[in-house]
C-alpha cells in the first residue's frame, strides 16, 4: 500500500469507527417522490425537488427543444461564446421574480457564493456572518481575504454588536446569512438584518436557496414576512424548487455588471448547457404563472409537524433532531425498512450531538403516507430520544 492509500485508508477507518463515513447511492429518482434505490423503492423524503419541477411536462418539453436547436453543451465559458442566448431569458425571469433591476446565473449555488463575496469583499473589508450560515457562504468568505466575524445564529443583537464594534475599521461590509437555513428550515430575521445593514453601511446578501418557489408567493425568503426585507444581494439555486440546476445573483444592474467581468467562478466556469437554462426558464414560468404553487410543501411539512407535536414549520424542511450520528443512522434504517427514504445528516453538515433525520416535503407526499411517517417518527424514533 502506498502512503497516499495509507492515508485515506487511516481516515476512512477513523470516520467509520464514528458512525461519520459517507458513501455514494445510486439513486433513481421517477415523477413524483419515488425513488428506487438497491432494487427497492421508496417514497422519498430528502429531496430538494420542492415542486416537484424536475420532472413537470412543461420543463421536460423546454429542455428537449433547447437540445435540438442549440445542442447538449454551451461549448465555452460565459465569456467566450457560452453564453447562448437563453441566458438573457432566464436572467430577466429570475431579476423580475425577486425585484432586482437584473441577475446573474452562475454554474451552481456553491460557484456562486465563492464568485460572489469575493468579488465584493477583499483584504481591508469586513465580513460578518450567520454561524449557520451554508458552507459556500463560509468558503467564499474565507476565500474573499476580509476579516470575518460570526455572529451566533439568527441573532440580530449580535450582529449589531459586531458591526458597532469592526466596522469603522473597515473599508466596506458585508452582512451574509442564509435566508432559509437548509438543516433547520428556519427562516433568518431578514427585515431586521436589512435595518442593522443599512445602519451600518453593510451590504446584506441572504442566500435564498431554499426559499425561492416556496415562500412569499413564490419570491423567496425576503417576501415571506408583512414587509419586504431590504436584501440588496438576493442569491439562490436553480436545484431546489427550480428542479434543475445553477445558481444566480439579483441585485442593482451595476453589482451585476461586475459579477460578470470579476466573480473569478463565472469568469473561468463553462456556461451551464442550454436545455438546463430553458428548463429552468419554463419552471419559473410555471412559479410566476401559480404563486400558489408555493403554499404546497409547507402544507404538507404542517400536517407532519402537528401529528408529531412539532412546531409549526417556517419552510419545507423539518429536521427532527436525534441526537448520535449512530442513532440517528439507525432511525434512518428503521424508516427505510418501512418504505420510506429519509437520510440522516450528521457532523460536520451539523454540530457534534445534533445528528438528524432532515424531512423534506412536497405537494406529491399522499396524505396518509405523511401521517404514517408521522406516527413512525413520533412512536418509534423521538419515543427513543431521552
Not at 454540530?351 to 408521522?374: C, S
Request: net charge neutral; glycine share 10%.
Amino acid at each position: 500500500m502506498t502512503s497516499l492509500d495509507a492515508f485515506a485508508t487511516a481516515k476512512l477507518d477513523a470516520l467509520a469507527a464514528q458512525s461519520l463515513r459517507r458513501d455514494l447511492v445510486h439513486t433513481a429518482r421517477a415523477a413524483g417522490t419515488v425513488v428506487e434505490r438497491g432494487g427497492r423503492r421508496f417514497l422519498s423524503f430528502s429531496c430538494n425537488d420542492y415542486l416537484n419541477l424536475s420532472h413537470h411536462p412543461a420543463v421536460l418539453a423546454a429542455a428537449r427543444e433547447a437540445i435540438d436547436r442549440y445542442g447538449i453543451g454551451s461549448g465555452a465559458s460565459r465569456l467566450v461564446t457560452g453564453n447562448h442566448p437563453l441566458y438573457g431569458a432566464l436572467e430577466d425571469r429570475l431579476a423580475r421574480l425577486k425585484g432586482a433591476e437584473a441577475a446573474c446565473v452562475f454554474g451552481s449555488g456553491y460557484l456562486t457564493n465563492t464568485g460572489v463575496i469575493p468579488a465584493l469583499a477583499g483584504r481591508g473589508d469586513l465580513i460578518v456572518v450567520d454561524e449557520w450560515a451554508h458552507a459556500c457562504i463560509m468558503a467564499g468568505s474565507r476565500m474573499s481575504g476580509a476579516a470575518v466575524h460570526v455572529f451566533r445564529h439568527n441573532d440580530v443583537a449580535h450582529a449589531d454588536e459586531l458591526l458597532t464594534t469592526h466596522r469603522a475599521a473597515h473599508r466596506h461590509a458585508l452582512l451574509l446569512t442564509d435566508g432559509v437555513f437548509s438543516m433547520d428550515g428556519d427562516l433568518a430575521p431578514l427585515p431586521a438584518l436589512g435595518r442593522l445593514a443599512r445602519a451600518h453601511d453593510a451590504w446584506l446578501m441572504a442566500d435564498d436557496a431554499h426559499g425561492i418557489g416556496v415562500l412569499g408567493g413564490g419570491r423567496g425568503s425576503s417576501y415571506a414576512f408583512d414587509e419586504p426585507a431590504d436584501v440588496p444581494l438576493q442569491m439562490g439555486t436553480l436545484s431546489k424548487a427550480i428542479g434543475g440546476y445553477g445558481g444566480y445573483l439579483c441585485a442593482s444592474r451595476p453589482v451585476v455588471e461586475l459579477m460578470k467581468s470579476r466573480a473569478r467562478t463565472l469568469v473561468y466556469s463553462t456556461g451551464l448547457p442550454p436545455p438546463v437554462v430553458a428548463a429552468a426558464i419554463a419552471a419559473l414560468d410555471l412559479i410566476a404563472a401559480d404563486p400558489g404553487l408555493a403554499e404546497g410543501p409547507i402544507a404538507k411539512a404542517r400536517l407532519f409537524t402537528r401529528r408529531v407535536g412539532l412546531p409549526d414549520p417556517q419552510s419545507p424542511i423539518v429536521p427532527v433532531l436525534v441526537g448520535e450520528a449512530e442513532a440517528a443512522l439507525a432511525a434512518s434504517r428503521m424508516l427505510a425498512e418501512e418504505g420510506y427514504l429519509v437520510v440522516a445528516i450528521r457532523p460536520p453538515t451539523v454540530p457534534a450531538g445534533t445528528a438528524r433525520l432532515r424531512l423534506t416535503f412536497t405537494p406529491a407526499h399522499p396524505d396518509h403516507d405523511v401521517e404514517r411517517l408521522a406516527d413512525l417518527v413520533r412512536e418509534r424514533v423521538l419515543g427513543n430520544v431521552s
